[in-house]
Antibody, heavy 117, light 110 residues
Framework: QLQLQESGPRLVEASQTLSLTCAVS?????????WSWIRQSPGKGLEWIGY???????YYNPSFQSRVTISDDGSKRQFSLKLTSVTAADTAVYFC??????????WGQGIQVTVAS | QSALTQPASVSGSPGQSITISCTGT?????????VSWYQQYPGKAPRLILY???KRPSGISDRFSGSKSGNTASLTISGLRAEDEAVYYC??????????FGGGSLLTVL
């Protein structure tokens, strides 16, 4: 059974960089899977941030293009999100997820991140 | 602003069927059969219930079904149960290696 677990600072100062990590355990991390970050602002819907392909290539939501970096550690058992120059609008629950053929088949439980102004 | 348009809320009585629509454009739903649906309970992570328009992951009840016509995808839940009360999100490949979500539909079981 695949498990994903987000971790990182839950409070980030405005204008600083939000950094989160997703640890992957159990299940398959074989080629064909990609890994993604999605967020959900308070009382709002889901927003795709971006993903990293099994090849290492990255693709981002244009809304975040200039501020976001998704990377992995090479083992496919851990991948990370960095979002720079954060504002209060970046306060959200951040989810990591496994991606197969453009759908999210496994999700982490999510981590609440608050940006303090 | 969401890439895809869903009704904010839908409701139905136990045993009935309901349908939630998800409207996109010629560039996303109209072109790709890459629509997925997610169920989310308050305070929980979303759960995949349909992918590639109408395929169910293992363990998902056959009461959940999906379809697509033109630029609109639909999720139908038959034999409605109290446990189906949740928020449902559609998602589609929108081209350019990007994905977009609908705004979510709150299902209320009366």
């Amino acid at each position: 059974q695949l498990q994903l677990q987000e971790s990182g600072p839950r409070l980030v100062e405005a204008s600083q960089t939000l950094s989160l990590t997703c640890a992957v355990s159990g299940g398959s991390v074989s080629r064909g899977y990609s890994w993604s970050w999605i967020r959900q602002s308070p009382g709002k819907g889901l927003e795709w941030i971006g993903y990293i392909y099994h090849t290492g290539g990255t693709y981002y939501n244009p809304s975040f293009q200039s501020r976001v970096t998704i990377s992995d550690d090479g083992s496919k058992r851990q991948f990370s999100l960095k979002l720079t120059s954060v504002t209060a609008a970046d306060t959200a629950v951040y989810f990591c997820a496994r991606v197969l053929r453009q759908f999210f088949d496994s999700w982490g439980q999510g981590i609440q991140v608050t940006v303090a102004s | 602003q969401s890439a895809l348009t869903q009704p904010a809320s839908v409701s139905g009585s136990p045993g009935q069927s309901i349908t939630i629509s998800c409207t996109g454009t010629n560039s996303d739903i109209g072109t790709y059969d890459l629509v997925s649906w997610y169920q989310q309970y308050p305070g929980k992570a979303p759960r995949l219930i349909l992918y590639e328009v109408n395929k169910r992951p293992s363990g998902i009840s056959d009461r959940f079904s999906g379809s697509k016509s033109g630029n609109t995808a639909s999720l139908t839940i038959s034999g409605l149960r109290a446990e189906d009360e949740a928020v449902y999100y559609c998602c589609s490949y929108v081209g350019g290696s990007s994905l977009g979500f609908g705004g979510g539909s709150l299902l209320t079981v009366l």
